[in-house]
Nanobody
Framework: QFQLVESGGGLVQPGGSLRLSCTAS????????IGWFRQVPGEERKGVSC????????YYKDSVKGRFTISRDNAKNMVYLQMNSLKFEDTAVYYC?????????????WGQGTQVTVSS
């Protein structure tokens, strides 16, 4: 069975850091562009960052540039999202997804999501 699993979410104070991890079972991540998306209640799921499949080029939403870093470790079949200087508005459920290219409308696989809460 092909699936993605996120981990690393939690409660953090403003200015704090978290590292999200995304791993796959049943397939290898290095064949896919891996994106991180987030969703808050009542809003659409939105892209935050993506790392390309072939040459690991990172892409970021403007609001997270300079604070978030996406990386991949193909040997471990993992993709990470390091989140620093977290803000209240970063609170959301974060999902990783595997697609053919960054920016693709369709994602082949989704994880179940991990909650990130930024609160004092």
């Amino acid at each position: 069975q092909f699936q993605l699993v996120e981990s690393g979410g939690g409660l953090v104070q403003p200015g704090g850091s978290l590292r999200l991890s995304c791993t796959a079972s049943g397939f290898t991540l290095d064949n896919y562009a891996i994106g991180w998306f987030r969703q808050v209640p009542g809003e659409e799921r939105k892209g935050v960052s993506c790392i390309s499949e072939s040459d690991s080029i990172p892409y970021y939403k403007d609001s997270v540039k300079g604070r978030f870093t996406i990386s991949r470790d193909n040997a471990k079949n993992m993709v990470y999202l390091q989140m620093n200087s977290l803000k209240f508005e970063d609170t959301a459920v974060y999902y990783c997804a595997a697609g053919l290219v960054c920016g693709a409308h369709h994602q082949e696989y989704w994880g179940q999501g991990t909650q990130v809460t930024v609160s004092s």
